[in-house]
C-alpha cells in the first residue's frame, strides 16, 4: 500500500496509541474530580499542556485542548467576534481558506457582520498591501491559513503579523492545521493571537487538536456549561486524545528538519516525473508551498474515475480537501488562482508523510500512466475512436 491522502488524515504513531490506552484504562478518571483517581488525571492534562506549550514556545496557560481543526477554528473566528462585536463587525479572511474557516465566516454575515475575502494571484498567495487597504476602523480580526490543504501554498504569515502590529485593536487567526511539522512558523515572532493546529494531521488521533490563545486574549466560549479550559471551552476534557496529542507533537518536532528534507526531495522527484506525462498540469506553486502537498489534473479526465483505479493498485491520493471531496464541484481554491474551470474540477492531490519512500515515487507515476491509458482508452471507445 502507497498512502498519498496525508494531508486528509495521517496514521497515528504507534506510541500515541499506546499511550492513549495507558490513560483511558489505568488513568480514567475526570479531571475536575476532587479524588485521587481525578487528580491522577488533571496531573497528566496538565503536564501534557506544560508539554505542548514548551513544543510551541508559548505559556501551558495559552493552550486550549480541543476536538481538532475544525472546532478551533470555529472557536477563534465566532468566539472574537462576538467578544468583540461592539468594537466592529468587518472581518479579513482569504478566498482560499478550509470550509471550517469560510462557512464559520459565512454564519457570522447572518448575525451582521461583514467579511471581505482577500483574493490570491496565481500561486494563491494574498498581497500585504491589498490586506493592508482592506483593513478599516471597524475590522476586529484577520484570519488567514498558513497553509493551504488543496495547493500547499504558504502564506506571508509573518509579514502580515508584523503589519497588524500597527492595528492593535486588530486580533490575528492563523489556521495553522496543514502547517504544523512541515512547515516553520514561531508564533511569537509571527505575532499571533490565535492559532489552530489539529492532531490527526500530524500522527496523532483524531478529536484532539490545540487552540492557542495568547494570555489576556478574551474570547466568547461556543461550548459553555464547566469551566475547563480556562472558561474557554466546557466540557469533560479527552484526558488520554491530550496526552496523545502530546506525544505526536513531540515526536513530530523532534524529526521536523529532518522529515521536511526528506519531503522536499520526495516532492520534486514526483514533480519531476508529472511534468513528463502529457496532459499533467501543476497547479502547486514551485515557490512558497508546503513540502508535502503536490496538486495537478489532467486534461479531459474525471477525477473520482481517476483515484479509483489507482487504488486498484492500492495507490491512495484524494481529489480535493476531504472535507469538500464529495461534493462534486469545482475547487474553489484553483478558481481564485485563476485555473480554467475544466481544470479545477479536475485536479487530484497527493500529500506526503514522513512514511512515505523515494522507492514508491515510480510505482507511483507507473501507476499514473497506466491509470491516464486506460482512461484515454475508454474515453476513445466512447465517441468511437
Known amino acids: 500500500?502507497?498512502?498519498?491522502?496525508?494531508s486528509a488524515t495521517t496514521k497515528p504513531f504507534d506510541e500515541c496509541l499506546d499511550s492513549y490506552i495507558?490513560?483511558?484504562?489505568?488513568?480514567?478518571?475526570?479531571?475536575?474530580?476532587?479524588?485521587?483517581?481525578?487528580?491522577?488525571?488533571?496531573?497528566?492534562?496538565s503536564q501534557s499542556r506544560a508539554q505542548i506549550a514548551s513544543l510551541l514556545h508559548v505559556k501551558p496557560q495559552e493552550i486550549i485542548f480541543t476536538s481538532g481543526?475544525?472546532?478551533?477554528?470555529?472557536?477563534a473566528i465566532k468566539g472574537i467576534a462576538l467578544q468583540y462585536k461592539n468594537r466592529g463587525k468587518h472581518i479579513i479572511t482569504t478566498s482560499?481558506?478550509?470550509?471550517?474557516?469560510?462557512?464559520?465566516?459565512?454564519?457570522?454575515?447572518?448575525?451582521?457582520?461583514?467579511?471581505?475575502?482577500?483574493?490570491?494571484?496565481?500561486?494563491?498567495?494574498?498581497?500585504?498591501?491589498?490586506?493592508k487597504n482592506t483593513i478599516r476602523e471597524d475590522t476586529i480580526l484577520v484570519s488567514i491559513i498558513h497553509v493551504n490543504n488543496e495547493v500547499g501554498t504558504i502564506q506571508p504569515i509573518e509579514e502580515i503579523g508584523k503589519l497588524l502590529e500597527k492595528y492593535p485593536k486588530i486580533i490575528y487567526h492563523v489556521d495553522h492545521v496543514q502547517g504544523i511539522g512541515k512547515t516553520h512558523l514561531d508564533f511569537n515572532h509571527a505575532k499571533l493571537d490565535l492559532c489552530t493546529i489539529s492532531g490527526h494531521k500530524f500522527n496523532g488521533l483524531k478529536g484532539t487538536g490545540v487552540?492557542?490563545?495568547?494570555?489576556?486574549?478574551?474570547?466568547?466560549?461556543?461550548?459553555?456549561?464547566?469551566?475547563?479550559?480556562?472558561?474557554?471551552?466546557?466540557?469533560?476534557?479527552?484526558?488520554?486524545?491530550?496526552?496523545a496529542l502530546a506525544k505526536?507533537?513531540?515526536?513530530?518536532?523532534?524529526?521536523?528538519?529532518?522529515?521536511?528534507?526528506?519531503?522536499?526531495?520526495?516532492?520534486?522527484?514526483?514533480?519531476?516525473?508529472?511534468?513528463?506525462?502529457?496532459?499533467v498540469k501543476i497547479h502547486t506553486p514551485e515557490e512558497s508551498s508546503a513540502p508535502h502537498i503536490i496538486n495537478f489534473s489532467i486534461d479531459g479526465l474525471k477525477p473520482e474515475v481517476f483515484v479509483h483505479l489507482l487504488e486498484e493498485n492500492e495507490i491512495y491520493v484524494s481529489t480535493t480537501s476531504a472535507c469538500s471531496s464529495k461534493n462534486n464541484e469545482p475547487s474553489k481554491t484553483l478558481l481564485a488562482m485563476g485555473v480554467p474551470e475544466g481544470q479545477a474540477n479536475s485536479s487530484i492531490r497527493i500529500s506526503l508523510s514522513h512514511e512515505n519512500q523515494v522507492?514508491?515515487?515510480?510505482?507511483?507515476?507507473?501507476?499514473?500512466?497506466?491509470?491516464i491509458k486506460k482512461l484515454q482508452h475508454v474515453m476513445g471507445e466512447r465517441n468511437g475512436i
Open 359 to 371: 522507492e514508491e515515487v515510480p510505482i507511483l507515476i507507473s501507476a499514473i500512466e497506466n491509470a
Open 96 to 131: 482560499i481558506e478550509h470550509p471550517s474557516v469560510s462557512e464559520a465566516c459565512k454564519q457570522l454575515t447572518d448575525l451582521g457582520f461583514e467579511i471581505t475575502y482577500l483574493p490570491v494571484d496565481e500561486n494563491g498567495v494574498v498581497s500585504i498591501e491589498h490586506l
Open 248 to 279: 505526536a507533537l513531540r515526536l513530530t518536532m523532534e524529526k521536523k528538519d529532518k522529515n521536511i528534507k526528506h519531503l522536499i526531495c520526495l516532492k520534486k522527484a514526483i514533480v519531476e516525473k508529472l511534468l513528463k506525462i502529457n496532459g
Open 211 to 243: 487552540l492557542f490563545v495568547r494570555q489576556g486574549m478574551r474570547i466568547k466560549s461556543l461550548i459553555t456549561g464547566g469551566d475547563q479550559e480556562m472558561q474557554k471551552r466546557a466540557g469533560t476534557q479527552n484526558v488520554a486524545g491530550s496526552v
Open 69 to 75: 481543526g475544525s472546532e478551533g477554528n470555529n472557536l
Open 22 to 45: 495507558k490513560v483511558a484504562t489505568t488513568y480514567f478518571g475526570n479531571p475536575s474530580s476532587l479524588h485521587g483517581i481525578g487528580g491522577q488525571a488533571e496531573k497528566l492534562l
Open 1 to 6: 500500500m502507497i498512502y498519498l491522502d496525508n
